[in-house]
T-cell receptor, first 113, second 113 residues
Framework: EAQVTQNPRYLITVTGKKLTVTCSQN?????MSWYRQDPGLGLRQIYY???????DKGDVPEGYKVSRKEKRNFPLILESPSPNQTSLYFC????????????FGSGTRLTVV | SQQGEEDPQALSIQEGENATMNCSYKTSINNLQWYRQNSGRGLVHLILIRSNEREKHSGRLRVTLDTSKKSSSLLITASRAADTASYFC?????????????FGKGTLLTVNP
């Protein structure tokens, strides 16, 4: 089944403890992106990638890192999480711009205490 | 930064009625997309309309785009209880090869049985 897989689905962690949220797609998509969703603020893009080894900042990149060493994987790294990074995170991928939309993962609900 | 703004923020209708949601945006776009999100879950791509298109249909969905007014509408005909969800418009306004979507804050549609 064509899909974007995120893990974990839920995560509670403490301030400052490094964590990685994994994202993998099995559709050979070029484009991948990370969003966070917060009440009243909607979805905001964190980072995106147009291809392997090509990444760029979105609207809210502070406190996050990404890498795209393989086409299928696009992990999101929080080096030192803080409570303001408590949010619902989505990974998404797309094959071609302007042809189809993004396929989203099921989300990762992160709580930083 | 928010590009698309949906209107209304919330809409409640009876099963069988039509639902219309509007989206306004600020800058020139390459395409505009609509997504559906069931509570807390991943977004599902519904339809994409390019900047040179005025209307598009997909099943019970009809999308219009007016680039002179920088607005779009999503019409769901003969609504069902299963259509209850949040609906987001997203604009692709980036130049070059950057495929970045900017989402509005969404319209919460409730379809009452």
């Amino acid at each position: 089944e064509a899909q974007v897989t995120q893990n974990p689905r839920y995560l509670i962690t403490v301030t400052g403890k490094k964590l990685t949220v994994t994202c993998s797609q099995n559709m050979n998509h070029e484009y991948m992106s990370w969003y966070r969703q917060d009440p009243g603020l909607g979805l905001r893009q964190i980072y995106y990638s147009m291809n392997v080894e090509v990444t760029d900042k979105g609207d809210v990149p502070e406190g996050y890192k990404v890498s795209r060493k393989e086409k299928r994987n696009f992990p999101l790294i929080l080096e030192s999480p803080s409570p303001n990074q408590t949010s619902l995170y989505f990974c998404a991928s797309s094959l071609l711009r302007g042809v189809g939309g993004y396929t989203f993962g099921s989300g990762t609900r992160l709580t930083v205490v | 930064s928010q590009q698309g703004e949906e209107d209304p923020q919330a809409l409640s209708i009876q099963e069988g009625e039509n639902a219309t949601m509007n989206c306004s945006y600020k800058t020139s776009i390459n395409n505009l997309q609509w997504y559906r999100q069931n509570s807390g879950r991943g977004l599902v791509h519904l339809i994409l309309i390019r900047s040179n298109e005025r209307e598009k249909h997909s099943g019970r969905l009809r999308v219009t785009l007016d680039t002179s007014k920088k607005s779009s509408s999503l019409l769901i005909t003969a609504s069902r209880a299963a259509d209850t969800a949040s609906y987001f418009c997203a604009t692709d306004a980036g130049g070059g090869s950057n495929y970045k979507l900017t989402f509005g804050k969404g319209t919460l549609l409730t379809v009452n049985p």
